[in-house]
């Protein structure tokens, strides 16, 4: 839109420019063109004048006047034969033999458009002779013609149209940095929404947009500010409710899996137990995804503030948790990367710990038995990459475009279903700590969980 508004007024001013320049440009070299034509004529005429004449001292000021005048101006002359005079005579074409036929003067500028590289005058000299009205009326006994080089018209030529087409680039230009002013203050407004909803995109529905600008705008401010508002109530009402729902779940499901391990330990029929255990795995999935939606509705909550700590024990202090569950299948977890122990990262105190445990309890989830995990840190700059690799299946585009979205199940290798919230929970985690988190396909086949957070600098 700023370009656009820039454009606008740069043509606009363009228009300006050329309907008041060219005009006067135009007028400028006609005048220029009318002038020299009348100074070189009049020349001419006073030649005329004194050839007409014939006499010794007519001739001789004629020859006089007629070396000033070339020595002073670009200006050749050329006269017929009738004074004893070395000036060369005139080439015989169709406009001296029209000014000798009928005595009218002829201007040739060499040239339809503007001028050529000569100006021709011809005029007609006429015997000098005085009638009854006091006029000079005798008969036409030669021709002046005057050769004018246009080098100097046509450097004045450019002259006048060069200032003016650089005074005209100069106005642009002034135009264009104004224009820009204008429209970046005119379209401030228009930002400063799209940058609040944005952020409302980005899930900041604390962001409100300045009421200024003209009255639409305000209008427009105020109503997205409403909005905000209004959603935020929501959303903190539905957080709300989602973490006391999920903490009064936990004690009845806690029970309730004591009472079904109770009832496991004093059944001996096998069909029964089969029940048993059945209800027991899904009272644990539920348990699961009661934490799960705790998890969540906490870091949404955004009551923990982030803060340097070091990753390289963070991460060997979960890999030891796993291992020993790792070992019973076979699965080796080996880490790797360049970072050393002295390596800080900024996140909220046990946020890593749980993004770790979810990413590692779904790679183990689908890792084959006798396959390997390999978990990489490593520095770049300002951020610290943690992923997390395993062998299993992977993920198709489509499932990795939905990996993330809460509830959405995939299937493990082991057969257990999970919550459908790990990965909704790692994101939501790793974006309150101001990081990123994908999904890309590991070199030996499987899939690689990237986790990158920013890295914290000893004072």
Known sequence: MIRQLIRSYVVLVAGAVAMFTVPVAFSLTDQLRDDTAASVRREAETMALLLGNGNPPSCAALLEMADAFEGETPGEVEVTERCDTDLRSPRRDEDLTRTLETGDPSIDWGSSFIWGPELKITVAARESREDLDGRNGGPVVGAVRIVYKTTDLTDRLWTIWGFRAGLGVA??????????????????????????????????????????????????????????????????????????????????????????????????????????????????????????????????????????????????ERLDVWRPAADERGVTITLRGSADGRLLVLTSPGQLEQVLDNVLSNALEVSPDGGTITVRVEPRGDEVTLSVCDQGPGMSDAEKSRAFDRFWRGQGLTGKSGSGLGLAVVKQLVTDDGGTVSLRDSPGGGLCVTITLRAAHRG
């Open 171 to 316: 106005v642009l230009i002034v135009a264009a940095v104004i224009g820009a002013v204008v429209a970046r203050r005119l379209t401030r407004p228009l930002r400063q929404l799209n940058d609040t909803a944005s952020r409302f995109s980005d899930g900041d529905l604390a962001a409100r947009s300045p009421v200024t600008g003209p009255r639409e705008t305000q209008t427009l401010a105020r109503t997205l500010n409403q909005a905000g508002e209004r959603l935020d109530t929501l959303i903190a009402a539905q957080r709300i409710f989602v973490a006391d729902a999920s903490h009064q779940l936990r004690t009845p499901l806690t029970a309730l899996r004591l009472s079904l391990d109770n009832i496991a330990d004093g059944v001996d029929d096998d069909f029964v137990k089969e029940d048993v255990e059945q209800a027991t795995a899904e009272v644990v999935r539920m348990s699961r995804l009661v934490n799960g939606l705790l998890v969540l509705a906490r870091a949404e909550a955004k009551v923990t503030v982030a803060e340097p700590l070091p990753l390289k024990e963070i991460v060997r």
